[in-house]
């Protein structure tokens, strides 16, 4: 991997190989994927874990067995961007096959009060005349607030969102997976690969489950920023890249920590936090948080970080000092990325970017113990 913070250093003979960090309106760079990574042992896949790092598995899924489920996922998606909503297509072949008399739907809500979510659609289970699982969902969002990005996740779920403790239902958890498995059966491309589940066992120390799952179509303009995936009852995150192409950086919460004090504390950044914060006070309160690494976790933690999140999420030189540390990652089709969430004080925290000019699928599933 190369990465360029300004477009003006590539050779005109390269320009081909290089593609733009571009997320949300913000340029952060060129990268430029001329080499592979080797698919590491599983020793060093479980120690990585076991010390709160990121682990890339390349190339782990064969995403040619599952062509056309993935290309009827991408049908939704621009279905979903035309519509406006997901009910009614979800009532339509092959969603209406797929859900069969196991999964009725039985309501759907538009979010207004939700400025990015789009629709959230209720199901039942039910077996043998029987209701066994009630107020599943699939719930359809923005992915930010920017017109140009495209961005879409299909979120599942169950029962209220944001004030139910969905870990302490692990019955009403499974069923919502099951529900994304026949939505988007390309699924079992992380939850039946015979490569995969051996290294997850050692991972998790039994048969690993997989809850709280959704499937992205990061578009051009749009990915993730800098964020953690901590909840109570998950050992991490399995995400694996279907189609298209990402930009990751992966690090784990002190690792980050870490990067952000001496990337400061260095005087030739000094003209970089300027441009990010121009305001005096705004400098003058970060480096009062970066003298107190306690109080910079726990600022980290906040809703509002935007501090911290003016060097993390916009600063083309912070993307290079991390690249340079060996935090980024491209993932193509048929990669995987492993992201253990400890807890809040040791997870891997982690933004994307989509590469490239079309959108592409993703699976990224909460993983814990069954």
């Known amino acids: 991997m190369r990465y360029l913070t300004d477009s003006q250093q590539i050779p005109t003979s390269q320009a081909q190989q290089w593609l733009p960090l571009l997320r949300r309106d913000f340029q952060l760079g060129w990268i430029a994927d001329d080499e592979r990574p080797v698919m590491p042992d599983a020793d060093d896949t479980v120690a990585r874990w076991s010390n709160d790092q990121a682990v890339m598995l390349p190339g782990i899924i064969d995403v040619d067995a599952w062509k056309n489920e993935i290309s009827e996922a991408h049908k939704l998606m621009k279905a979903t961007l035309d519509a406006d909503e997901v009910a009614p297509l979800l009532e339509q072949a092959p969603y209406i096959d797929r859900l069969g008399s196991l999964f009725p739907l039985v309501a759907s809500s538009f979010e207004e009060h939700d400025e990015q979510g789009i629709e959230k659609v209720y199901f039942d289970v039910e077996q043998d005349g029987d209701v066994v699982a009630e107020s599943l969902w699939c719930k359809a969002s923005w992915l930010s607030f920017i017109e140009e990005d495209a961005s879409l996740r299909f ?21 919502a997976a099951r529900l994304c498995d026949a939505i988007f ?8 690969n015979t490569l995969i589940l051996p290294l ?32 109570r009852g998950h050992d991490g995150v399995v995400f ?11 690090l784990s919460k002190p690792e980050l920590i870490d990067t952000l004090i001496a990337f400061a504390g260095n005087p030739e950044n000094s003209s970089e936090l300027s441009r990010l914060m121009p ?8 480096a009062a948080l970066l003298d107190d690494r306690a109080a910079l976790s726990t600022y980290m933690d906040e809703f509002d970080h935007e501090l911290v999140e003016a060097v993390l999420d916009r600063s083309p030189l912070f993307t290079e000092y991390l690249v340079n540390k060996g935090y980024g990652y491209i993932l193509n089709a048929g990669d995987l ?15 994307v970017i989509c590469l490239g000019d079309e959108p592409g699928e993703a699976l990224s599933f909460a993983m814990r113990s069954k």
């Open 185 to 192: 059966p390309e699924s079992k491309a992380i939850t039946e």
């Open 337 to 351: 990325l492993l992201m253990p969430q400890r807890d809040l004080d040791n997870c891997v925290w982690h933004s």
């Open 279 to 286: 305001e005096a006070a705004d400098r003058e309160q970060l």
């Open 200 to 231: 997850l066992e050692k991972i998790v120390g039994g048969e690993p489950a997989f809850v709280e799952r959704i499937v992205y179509f990061n578009a051009p303009n749009g990915g993730a920023q800098m964020h953690h995936d901590v909840e």
């Open 155 to 175: 979120r599942f779920s169950f029962g209220m969102e944001c004030l139910e403790d969905v870990a302490a239902d692990p019955e009403r958890q499974l069923w």
């Open 240 to 250: 694996a890249q279907l189609s298209g192409s990402t930009f990751w950086l992966a």
